[in-house]
């Protein structure tokens, strides 16, 4: 499984406008339902928060990978974002988070919702990774990054 097999760069948003958890997971369901990806990105938004209330999804290392499983749909979706100046999101480590990948899964699909989140755990474990996240000037940039990345593991 590779994660560019379900980000595309129209699903990067270079920089979140967004400065609370909620408000991070709103900018992400409304981004989801402008490209008609989510038919309903209020419904998204509860499942994200209920998510949340069983524990952070703020992993550290200024990376959080909020994700839940909505009904109808029939793939998974993945989209990224960026915080330059972080956000509090609970994280493991107490630290803002600034790099932000949402996966969203169809209700009926747990091994493959479980698969994308070691993917993308993975990715994000180098060092080297995160700062070319937070250094990339634009979205095309941070596709880059990501695809490289994905192709190395």
């Keep these: ?6 980000l595309s760069p129209q699903d990067i948003v270079p920089t979140l406008e967004a400065d609370n958890l909620e408000d ?10 402008s490209l008609k990806k989510v038919k309903d990105p209020e419904k998204l938004v509860e499942i994200l928060l209920e998510r949340e209330k069983l524990g952070s999804t703020g ?12 009904p109808g749909l029939d793939k998974i979706l993945v ?3 960026r915080s330059p100046s972080g956000i509090d999101f609970h994280a493991h480590d107490d630290q803002p988070v600034h790099l932000f990948f949402l996966l969203v899964a169809p209700e009926e699909s747990a091994g493959a919702h479980l698969k994308a989140l070691a993917r993308i755990s993975k990715i ?4 080297d990774c995160r700062r070319a ?3 990339s000037a634009n979205g095309e940039k941070l596709f880059e990054v990501i ?6 593991h």
């Design 147 to 152: 695809s490289q990345e994905d192709e190395r």
């Design 124 to 127: 994000l474990k180098s060092p």
């Design 1 to 6: 499984m590779k994660i560019i097999d379900y």
């Design 133 to 135: 996240l937070m250094e």
């Design 79 to 81: 989209a990224f974002g």
């Design 24 to 33: 991070v997971l709103r900018e992400f369901a409304q981004h989801l339902g």
């Design 59 to 70: 992993i550290g290392n200024g990376v959080a990978i909020p994700h839940g499983r909505l």
